[in-house]
């Protein structure tokens, strides 16, 4: 009976695993979000270059940071810092295509950093971040494959 249960657990983290999907983040030359801080966003709150010092490569892409602080927070929560939609602009992700995105042209909304193309578009996307994060939310599983 107990090794009937193992199995059952190994099947179902098997079948999850399997099913979480790997994001590619926006990258310049492999380096995201152009080189700027993700961690700074919610503890610094302000878009700051990192240092290429504090380096770290998760999902395919190196991450710089302004501290080594600011790394090994990344590094326990990537998920909770990094940037929705891969780092692409949010509001374009809303409008089901990919964008690159500036840096500075950020918001944080319920706890997650969305990015947009310019300060401009920027503009538009706080206006109705409610429903652009649904609309984006569900077509980023296509625009991501």
Known sequence: MKKLGFLALIAIVTISSSQAQFVKFNSTEGTAIRGYDAVAYFLQQKAMLGDKAFTYNWSGSN???????????????????????????????????????????????????YLNYNLKVKEMWVKDTTNLIKKADGLWLALNN
């Open 63 to 113: 991450w710089q940071f302004i501290s080594q602080a600011n790394l090994d927070s990344f590094k326990v929560a990537p998920e909770k810092y990094a940037p929705q939609y891969g780092g692409f602009c949010a509001y374009g992700c809303s409008a089901n295509h990919l964008s690159a995105a500036d840096p500075n042209a950020w918001t944080i909304v319920d706890n997650k950093l």
